[in-house]
């Protein structure tokens, strides 16, 4: 059973641009959420794809969007780049147990400069 | 306007003694409470969780409590082991619509360090 990988692992870059973070989620977990951690705070949550729709929202502006697709792995897209966009974005799976848990992938961590 | 709160940025303990992370909420519609582990340079970690109809959840050495009176859960680790060193978020879940299966929000995390 693979676990949740994301990529890249690091990337840098300037004001005004836009990135792309992709997630493969672990095998059979049809949901994938993604979260920014600041440094020194807790992961907060961006959104939540189930069966390739947006069902559920932080409070983030709508330049961060995203996609799920057939194959439950994801892409976090963040058009004009700002300096507090810096962070570590980090993609979870789950399967839709009604527990909460979650399984983290280890991280895109994003500089902007 | 901060929901999940770990007053504590860090703690430090003593191989073989007890670790008392704390964190408290304010919002009492969550239904459950999780905590995660996290070492540098990799993804949060399921620890053990607690559902918000129990007050104590046991897994080996580490013990969840929650007090819903206070608002306050903690987590207890005993014995302490050096690999326990790591940055621990408590999180918890909003039970409105079980849609949002993966909405936690996350305290700022505490970081504990074991001496050997």
């Known amino acids: 059973e693979t676990g949740v990988t994301q990529s890249p692992t690091h990337l840098i870059k300037t004001r005004g641009q836009q990135v792309t973070l992709r997630c493969s989620s672990q095998?059979?977990?049809?949901?994938v959420s993604w979260y920014q951690q600041a440094l020194g705070q807790g992961p907060q949550f961006i959104f939540q794809?189930?069966?390739?729709?947006?069902?559920g929202r932080g409070n983030f502006p709508p330049r961060f969007s995203g996609l799920q697709f057939p194959n439950y792995s994801s892409e976090l897209n963040v058009n004009a780049l700002e300096l507090d966009d810096s962070a570590l974005y980090l993609c979870?799976?789950?399967?839709?147990?009604?527990?909460?848990?979650?399984?983290f992938g280890e991280g895109s961590r994003l500089t902007v400069l | 306007d901060q929901q999940v709160k770990q007053n504590s940025p860090s703690l430090s303990v003593q191989e073989g003694r007890i670790s008392i992370l704390n964190c408290d909420y304010t919002?009492?519609?969550?239904?459950?409470f999780l905590w995660y582990k996290k070492y540098p340079a990799e993804g949060p970690t399921f620890l053990i969780s607690?559902?918000?109809?129990?007050d104590k959840n046991e897994d080996g050495r580490f013990t969840v409590f929650l007090n819903k009176s206070a608002k306050h859960l903690s987590l207890h680790i005993v014995p302490s082991q050096p690999g326990d060193s790591a940055v621990y978020f408590c999180?918890?879940?909003?039970?409105?619509?079980?849609?949002?299966?993966?909405?936690?929000?996350f305290g700022q995390g505490t970081t504990l360090q074991v001496k050997p």
């Open positions: 919002n009492s519609m969550f239904d459950y």
């Open positions: 999180a918890a879940r909003d039970s409105h619509g079980s849609s949002n299966t993966g909405k936690l929000i």
């Open positions: 607690i559902s918000s109809i129990k």
């Open positions: 979870a799976s789950s399967s839709g147990q009604d527990t909460g848990e979650l399984f």
């Open positions: 095998s059979g977990h049809n949901t």
């Open positions: 794809y189930y069966r390739e729709e947006e069902n």
